[in-house]
């Protein structure tokens, strides 16, 4: 690409940090008259928008939108994730899910702009380009221009090339005093870099909203949510947008330490990846909704449903998240939440939740019988039963004494 071609209309997904700031100056010095998009999803305040409205217009973007992005991410990743319950690896909660979205903002602003081109701030080392290219690719024929994956092919000190790019154009860069690279959004935030990335144990600097075991509050916390048809609709009696429970359990957990760990796992390109996350709001949730699933559903459901919970969530991880097989497995998961109705109270008293009641028409109590207390059946046919049950085993014991 030259600057020769004519001025044409590109989208930049854009979130004022030294990447997409990058992108601006470098996208008009190739000839394109740049858009910006900001999909807020959750993780700025008020006077952080305003500054990433202002960072465009002194950058000379063509024009600026920032959407609200709270209800997409509720309803395209937090539902169906919750349904599954399954963590990436068993461990991570999918924390950057929110990607899916910020590039389902920037084609609206695309197809309202009628152009084709759409631009990333994404490094060629990380899961996120594979995640945005898959999510474009996924949704038609689009020209995906990645200038800090431009840069990187002459470049080795990328960051500080695209520092001193914006400075000799006259553009200030924010003092980056932190030590470590931060996403936060409504569905928590994720650290990694310095000690974390050389496999030590967190400094007290990486903390993000959970307080430390010394700040916890020494009264525990009691919270009931209600759920219809596996997805939360009330915390506490009160019915709630999706987005706003979320933030409200956020808000509710986090100073108890909830929802905070340290993963290492496989990423999409074979490396290994270490951060520490803190995910209070949707930690709880998922055991709030577990405990009351493990109650409604039947004993195969219980034993089958993770197995298919486990590709949606590597799907999702991975970039496919427009692939068919994740709405098939999402058609599964919807129909397994037919009876996923009722309240579940959680308690914390700092650092973990549990579920502690759980009330539903639909939980599969036998009338005449309790676990380990009662039983309307005879002791010859709990004799009977064992002794047809473990026939294979008793079998091999007798023949291969």
Not at 318 to 324: A, Q, R, T
């Amino acid at each position: 690409m030259t600057s020769a071609h004519t001025s044409r209309d590109i989208v930049l997904a854009f979130s004022g940090g030294l990447d997409t700031s990058f992108c601006v100056p470098y996208l008009k010095e190739q000839g394109w008259t740049v858009h910006t998009v900001f999909a807020d999803t959750g993780g700025v305040d008020a006077e952080e928008r305003a500054f990433i409205e202002q960072r465009a217009a002194e950058l000379g973007v063509a024009s600026h939108v920032t959407v609200d992005g709270g209800a997409a991410i509720w309803d395209g990743f937090v539902k169906p994730f919750v349904w599954a319950g399954e963590a990436y690896q068993g461990q991570y909660p999918l924390l950057v899910s929110d990607r899916y979205l910020i590039v389902d903002a920037a084609l609206a602003r695309a197809a309202e702009l009628g152009t084709n081109a759409v631009a990333h701030g994404c490094t060629g080392m990380g899961n996120d380009q594979v995640r945005f290219d898959l999510a474009v690719k996924a949704q038609g024929e689009y020209r995906i221009v990645a200038p800090i994956r431009e840069i990187q092919k002459e470049h080795t000190q990328t960051r500080a090339y695209e520092q001193a790019y914006l400075e000799e154009r006259g553009f200030g860069v924010r003092a980056k005093q932190q030590a470590y690279t931060i996403n936060e959004n409504l569905l928590g935030l994720t650290m990694s870099g310095g000690e974390i990335d050389r496999w030590e144990a967190p400094g007290e600097g990486a903390r993000g909203w959970c307080a430390p075991r010394a700040e916890w509050p020494e009264a525990p916390l009691l919270v009931k949510v209600r759920f219809e048809q596996g997805t939360a609709v009330a915390l506490d009696g009160e019915m709630l947008p999706g987005a706003q429970i979320l933030a409200k359990l956020n808000a509710l957990f986090a100073p108890y330490g909830v929802g905070r760990g340290v993963y290492t796992g496989d990423t999409v390109i074979g490396l290994k990846g270490r951060i520490v996350y803190e995910a209070p709001g949707l930690i709880s949730l998922l055991a709030a909704h577990r405990a009351l699933e493990d109650a409604v559903l039947t004993k195969q459901q219980n034993r089958f449903k993770p197995e298919v919970a486990r590709k949606w969530t590597e799907l999702v991880y991975e970039g496919f998240f427009h692939d068919p097989l994740k709405a098939d497995i999402e058609a599964f998961l919807a129909s397994s939440q037919a009876k996923v109705t009722g309240d579940v109270v959680l308690e914390t008293r700092g650092g973990r939740v549990d579920a502690v009641a759980v009330t539903s028409p639909h939980i599969l109590n036998a009338k005449g019988a309790t676990y380990a207390q009662s039983a309307d059946w005879g002791v010859e046919e709990a004799e009977g039963f064992i002794k047809l049950f473990g026939m294979s085993s008793t079998l091999y014991a007798q023949v291969n004494r």
